[in-house]
Nanobody, 124 residues
C-alpha cells in the first residue's frame, strides 16, 4: 500500500516554472514505478511523464519533452516534476500515480494508486 500527496501547484505566468512534489507513504516506495498525469477542464486525464523505480528509465508525452523533467528521491519517498517554459495549455490538475510493477505505461488503469491532485494554472 502507498498513499500519495501532491504539492507545489499554483498560478504562474507563461514562460515561468514550477516544481511539483509527490510524497509517498509506505516502506516500499522504491519498488514502485511513478508517473504524473494531468486533467484539464472538460478533458480526459492524460499521461505526462513516468519514471522507473531506479530512475534509469523515463518517459514523457511529446508536448512536454524538453520542458518537463521527472525525478525521484527514494530516500525521501518523493517524486518530482520540474516544469519549465510553462504554457497556458499546461493548465490542469496534476496527479501523481504509482504502480507496483515494471514498465512505464501511459494508461490510467495501469496505476493502482493516486494522489488527490494539485492545480497548476498558467496565465498568458
Amino acid at each position: 500500500q502507498v498513499q500519495l500527496v501532491e504539492s507545489g501547484g499554483g498560478l504562474v505566468q507563461a514562460g515561468g516554472s514550477l516544481r511539483l512534489s509527490c510524497a509517498a507513504s509506505g516502506r516500499t516506495f522504491s519498488s514502485y514505478s511513478m508517473a504524473w498525469f494531468r486533467q484539464a477542464p472538460g478533458k480526459e486525464r492524460e499521461f505526462v511523464a513516468a519514471i522507473s523505480w531506479s530512475s534509469g528509465y523515463t518517459d514523457y508525452v511529446g508536448s512536454v519533452k524538453g520542458r518537463f523533467t521527472i525525478s525521484r528521491d527514494n530516500a525521501k519517498n518523493t517524486v518530482y516534476l520540474q516544469m519549465n517554459s510553462l504554457k497556458p495549455e499546461d493548465t490542469a490538475v496534476y496527479y501523481c500515480a504509482a504502480r507496483l510493477h515494471y514498465g512505464l505505461p501511459r494508461t490510467i488503469l495501469e496505476y493502482g494508486y493516486w494522489g488527490q491532485g494539485t492545480q497548476v494554472t498558467v496565465s498568458s
